[in-house]
């Protein structure tokens, strides 16, 4: 028991976080930009099995990490692209039409596996970049600054999340399609393209979710690897209340408490493994339960827009 | 509507994508071929639990004398039990012979089914009831002998007296596995470590890889433990690099060459051999399988290119002949 | 024509580059599947003036204007700025041509704040990032300007209503709108907050802005207006000046015939047959909606209740048809306890219920009308053999009440649905009414309701005030409450503020104490000396 408090199991509980959390972050902030702008996006789980798929298969084939990891994105925006059409232009039932993207990347995924791998392939992924003088800090350094490049990209993303969303134009018409896409209309706005440029994003970013599953953290892919990681993701998004710092402490409580009950039992700590397992999810129940949220979603989130409509 | 047509269009496209993904059509044979169906939970190519029935399928496939004597067909990756009891309600239906519901999370689903079709054969596993219904068999491997035998191997190997166990659900053959393997370490030297994680899922490789990097952090030189999520273990082993492993359900050493030591391999064709002649000579069921070490279903395969130390060989050879002759009693 | 002036403005937002000195349209031709909602309308407007649209709901004011804002395409005709041709595929190419509207339903989004509100949709002076001091700047200098008071900062769901209206003004003026088109401006205000934009838009007129003022309020629109343009059943009736046109006239030429004015005598009132004693009940939020009611309506009274919506008037309502629970007080009528009773208890103790939500809590939509009569009695052993329903007794009832109210259907078997907002309201006052009820509880009667059936159901109101009925008149039109009331009760988040007789008091003390003015600061406010007791003139058209 006094084994948890050790500093090495800090520092191991704490990495590991860290690392968890790098999927669900690029996967949750790109779905944030979708339902930001008033379409959620369900998808995101295939879009990540393809994005992982392409990259691992690209960086095996050309040797070059970055091109599969480029690849992935671009994978991603395709997936996008076929989500805004169906659900943006189409005006197709959201939820609906999600699920149906998440099908389509989960089929895709495992018959691009069986025709071009066959076999589980492994791959020598992004390794750790210890950052100069940063790294060298106690406890901080290991846990956060001896990361790999992909990891330090999701957590990059926050503030730029932020800061796209509150400083710039394209931000406040974001939010605004996703509020009252009759007002942002009536002001010039338009609506479809801001949507489709959200939901491309998010999808990109889901694409490099993707990636930095397959190449940053289990180095390999398998048939439906991402195992529902992208519904955790988009439940993330409410749990941080479309907010990208919201959204990180969701993704770091939910990753520190799975690191820590891994640790719990290495450790030999006496609970169940059934409810060391659970313990995530119940506690991610227990914060939201707490933390009442007075912030609504986007009030259109799910309802396509017709001009004229009052 | 558009958006309708667009949306169904998209579906069928999902269901041609897992349409091809299927084996190719058979072409129609002259004589009436034996035919069989087999559902799994996971891939054919999962290096675990489903690899090993759908290769054991194959050489039965082979012996027999081709396609042409024993039509062959699969569902994979099933892992929703809803689904599954469709397709396996599917295959009865179309007159399979013989239905394989190779899970057993689909056990009390294909009880239902058996009933309504008793002229098709259902081989079930991994579980040790047949419901009493005469057109019931049942498997179950006895992973808890192999587990025992790689648990000697790994108690001699490693260096820091530390072994981590790297677990799915602790449940069935997975459970039986760790159980064998705890009693193996402890014969050899009760006071070597055994640190346990189980992730909770079948499938969660992410999860699974970080427990196996939580063990190594621990300290662990030594890892074992299955499903199809192992891949991701095994990954951190051979990514650490001096990690040894020990593998479950298949031959694991293609992943990971410099790190695999041995694997408890399930050889399902004996078994599966003995039910295709049991329903020719006219009996559909009834009999529930054990795969031992006695018998051939259950292997121990060793790892060419990493060296095992001949002592360590030796003890494991002991134990394989104690655990067959019942000398060594291995509780699952 | 004028030479258009250069514009002066400020910022790199600028949009209209030049004041549109007329804008005409010309032979306007919309449909609507099944509807023809402009015929050939001709409209224009000029800089320096306010032309109102007038007509009832449903005329084609708003779809016209929609038209000239880019929301709509016309299907025929066109529309000329200055002269020159335009077309405009959405509000973009509006707003670039300098025009601005004021939507009925505001164009809000209620989680920005009024800068960023007014900032949406612009290019910014330092794209990709917003310029946000630079646009709360110029607000503020154009609230002055323009003496539109509202905080730049402020997030749009802290305002008011009017406070919300104003940020849709400033939203135009930041635009440089030169023409702007406010539709149904007053709809939401209290009398202060009309007064108030009053002032704004002739401030507007003299800065040289064309405006463009949609209404169906008489006695707003020649208050305003300069000229006005009459539309009925998407037709042009014509277009007068203002100042030579009387209230009568346009009521004609809104309604198509000559609408009647009643004369009722006061009358005296009789013993109370609606009694609330300190009743309170929980809003659907979860806070109290009602905080002390007492209120009492007498035999041949008509009680009218003021107030802003949402101060707790759909909950009292909701309290006394039995749609609410009460969680404290009583509800009497005529001396019977009916504050926990059932719907059916109420009805049986002579309690009459004409709800606000008509479509909701007042019929069936997918039920015909037949059907939707006798909703209420269709188990009374008048219309009954044993178990079974005696239709032939029924239609003969229906028919009679059908004829009775001059409910406008094809035939008793149409789904009310498929009727027009008066006539349903007629069905359910016929319902209603023919149980012959001691108390009446009317909710918003005439919301969004034409002239005609307006008329109708006040004239009707007004009969069963003389049969000796207590009316308890709850709406937000206020015009309606002084006009058809005996006592007018205002209120106030959840109270009521002040009772007031007939004629005690002016729609502006009335107002103050919407506004949660007490009574004795707001009846001293105005110097207006209450008038003497008189007969109350009853106009439709108000």
Known sequence: MDDILSVAALVGILTSAV?????????????????????????????????????????????????????????????????????????????????????????????????????????????????????????????LFQQSVLVYGAFLLVPLAWWILEKTTWGLRIKAVGQNPAAADSLGVNVNRVRYASVCLGSALAGLAGASLSLAMVNLFQENLTAGMGFIAVALVYFGSWRPAGILFGALLFSTVNALQLWMQVLGVKIPADAAVMLPYLLTIVVLALTVSRVRGPAALNRPFERGEA | ?????????????????????????????????????????????????????WSALKKVQEEMGGESKMELKYSENMFKVPDAAAAIRDYASQGFDIVIAHGSQYVASAGEIAKDFPNVTFVWGTDVKTFDLPNVYAYTPAAEEGGYVQGVMAAMMTKNGLIGITGPVEV???????????????????????????????????????????????????????????????????????????GLQSDQAPLAPKNVVSCVVYDWAPMLKEVIAARQAGQPGGKVFVLRLKDGGLKVVMNPEVAVPAEVKKAAEEAVEGIQNGTIKVTP | MAIPKPRNNSGADATAQRRIQRIEMCDIVKRFPGVLANDRVCFDVKAGEVHALLGENGAGKSTLMRQLFGLYKPDEGEILI????????????????????????????????????????????????????VVAKRVRQLSEEYGLKVDPDAYIWQLSVGEQQRVEILKALYRNASMIILDEPTAVLTPQEVKDLFATLRRM??????????????????????????????????????????????????????????????????????????????????????????????????????????????ELAECLGGL????????????????????????????????????????????????NMFLLDHASPKYTHGIFLDFRRMREHAAALVKEYTVKTPSLETPIKNLSGGNIQKTIMARELSREPRVLVAAQPSRGIDIGATEYIHQRLLEQRASGQAILLISEDLDEVQALSDRIAVMYEGRIVGIVGRGQATAEQLGLMMAGVPMEEAMGAAPTAPTAEQPIEVSSVV
């Open chain 2, 1 to 53: 509507m558009k958006p309708r047509v667009l949306f169904v269009a998209l579906a069928i496209l999902s269901v041609l994508v897992a349409a091809c993904a299927g084996p190719a059509p058979q072409a129609s044979q002259p004589a009436k071929p034996l035919r069989v169906a087999v559902i799994m939970p996971s891939a054919t190519t999962d290096y675990a639990f489903s690899q090993s029935m």
């Open chain 3, 205 to 314: 007129v003299q800065e040289g802005h064309g405006l463009v003022f949609i209404s169906h309020k008489l006695y707003e629109v020649l208050a305003i207006s300069d000229r006005v343009t009459v539309l009925r059943d998407g037709r042009v009736i014509g277009t007068r000046e203002t100042k030579d046109v009387t209230r009568d006239e346009l009521a004609r030429m809104m309604v198509g015939r000559e609408v009647k004015r009643l004369r009722a005598q006061p009358q005296q009132a009789g013993e109370p047959l609606l009694q609330i004693r300190a009743l309170r009940a929980m809003g659907d939020r979860g806070t109290e909606a009602l905080r002390g009611i007492d209120l009492e309506v007498r035999s041949g009274e008509i009680v009218g209740i003021a107030g802003v919506s949402g101060n707790g008037q759909r």
């Open chain 2, 172 to 246: 069935g053959d997975a459970k039986a596995y760790v159980n064998g393997f705890e009693q193996g370490v402890k014969a050899v030297n009760p006071n070597i470590k055994i640190n346990k994680t189980w992730t909770g899922s079948f499938s969660d490789v992410a999860l699974m890889t970080e427990a196996a990097k939580t063990h190594i952090a621990a300290g662990a030189d030594v890892l074992t433990g299955s499903s199809q999520s192992a891949v991701g273990s095994i990954n951190a082993a051979k990514e650490k690099g001096d990690v040894l492993w020990f």
């Open chain 3, 82 to 133: 200055d002269g020159q041709r335009v077309e405009f595929n959405s509000p973009a190419d509006a707003i670039r041509a300098g025009i601005g509207m004021i939507h009925q339903h505001f164009m809000l989004v209620p989680t920005l704040t009024v800068t960023q509100n007014v900032a949406l949709g612009l290019k910014s002076s330092r794209e990709p990032l917003t310029d946000l001091d």
């Open chain 3, 324 to 371: 609410r629970k009460a969680t404290a007080g009583t509800i009497l009528v005529a001396g019977k306890d009916l504050t926990h009773a059932s719907v059916q208890q109420r009805l049986q103790a002579g309690l009459a219920y004409i709800p606000e939500e008509r479509m909701r809590d007042g019929a069936i939509k997918e039920f015909s009308v037949l059907e």
């Open chain 1, 19 to 143: 690392r968890l959390a790098t999927p669900y972050l690029y996967a949750a902030i790109g779905e944030a930009f979708g339902q930001l702008s008033g379409v959620v996006n369900l998808g995101v789980d295939g879009i990540m099995l393809v994005g992982a798929f392409m990259a691992i298969f690209v960086a095996l084939g050309t040797g070059s990490l970055w091109l599969g990891v480029l690849v992935a994105i671009v994978a991603g925006l395709l997936m996008g692209l076929l989500m805004s059409v169906i659900s943006v232009t189409l005006k197709a039932e959201q939820g609906i039409s999600g699920i149906g993207l998440y099908m389509f990347g989960l089929g895709l995924s495992s018959l691009l596996f069986k025709v071009l791998f066959g076999t589980v392939k492994t791959i020598v992924g992004f390794q750790p970049v210890k950052i100069p003088i940063l790294g060298d800090i106690p406890i901080i350094g290991p846990v």
